[in-house]
């Protein structure tokens, strides 16, 4: 399987312009550091993968990282069809074993700022391996702010060093499941940022950029309730590399996460 990031194509307003440097890495509300990127790739028909969502959960929770969750649909075949899955989050999977040079993939599989992956379930592991990236220089090096602004969405990318793709990744923020079949059969499993679409809508060239989306691209309460900006390098065409930089945004009052 193959994986390309696809140029956005509805609902985007492009405006690339000079607006000053952002120093300083990206912040939650709270003025947390964001601390990096976990994409948590998963199943409904999985029974490792609730500890893993559960996890997940957490992370978003703590508001230190910006946590997603890309449903594969490779575990159809057990009896259940994952209700948020796609094909695409297959293959941005399949693109990210290419990276890591593994043979195949697997879940609950947790991969960390595009650069290594683990068990989703571990979350210390999660959190000591964040830390010893950032330590490294392998964390967000390049600051990313994004919010509501009256019909708007902002981004603002500051400068660093490199080229990298501006990605949209579209995310329903919470969404429960009764799971009927397969081996999660009887459970009713609470899902988080589960990732609907991901689009590239720019090229990052070092220099501080902004973008600005339509709000309209979110709908509190249905559809895409929120998204992530994702400042990710590619080893190639379409294979995907470090991210270097990250933010959320959340529809509605919450505003920024």
């Known amino acids: 399987m193959t994986f390309a990031f696809r140029p956005m194509i509805r609902h985007l307003v492009l405006t690339l312009g000079f607006f000053g440097a952002l120093s300083g890495a990206a912040a939650a509300d709270d003025g947390k550091a964001i601390k990096g990127v976990v994409e948590l790739f998963t199943s409904q028909g999985c029974s490792s993968c609730p500890p893993a969502d559960a996890a997940l959960k957490t992370l978003i929770d703590e508001g ?7 449903h594969v649909d490779y575990w159809n075949y057990l009896g259940w ?7 695409e989050n297959t293959d941005r999977q399949y693109a990210y074993a290419r990276m890591l040079g593994r043979n195949g993939v697997y879940t609950p599989q947790a991969v960390l700022n595009g650069r290594d992956h683990m068990n989703g379930s571990d979350l210390q592991a999660i959190r000591s391996r964040l830390e010893t990236m950032r330590a490294a220089g ?3 090096a390049v600051p990313v702010e994004a ?5 708007g969405i902002s981004i603002r990318i500051g400068a660093g060093d490199g080229k990298a793709n501006v990605l949209v990744v579209y995310f329903d923020r919470a969404r429960v499941v009764n ?3 397969g081996e999660n059969k009887g459970k009713r499993i609470a899902y988080w940022h589960a990732v609907r679409d991901v689009q590239t809508i720019g090229l990052w060239d070092g220099k501080p950029t902004q973008f600005t989306l339509p709000a309209s691209v979110l709908l509190e309460g249905r559809g895409n309730s929120g998204c992530a900006i994702l ?14 930089g990250a933010a959320t945004v959340l529809a509605g009052p919450q505003g920024k996460l």
Do not use: F
């Open 179 to 181: 799971v009927e079949r």
């Open 81 to 87: 069809a994952d209700t948020l899955a796609s094909k």
């Open 231 to 244: 400042l990710q390098s590619m080893k190639d065409k379409e294979t995907p590399g470090p991210i270097i």
């Open 138 to 140: 392998k964390g967000l």
């Open 64 to 70: 230190e990282v910006v946590a997603l969750a890309y």
């Open 147 to 151: 919010a509501m602004a009256g019909d």
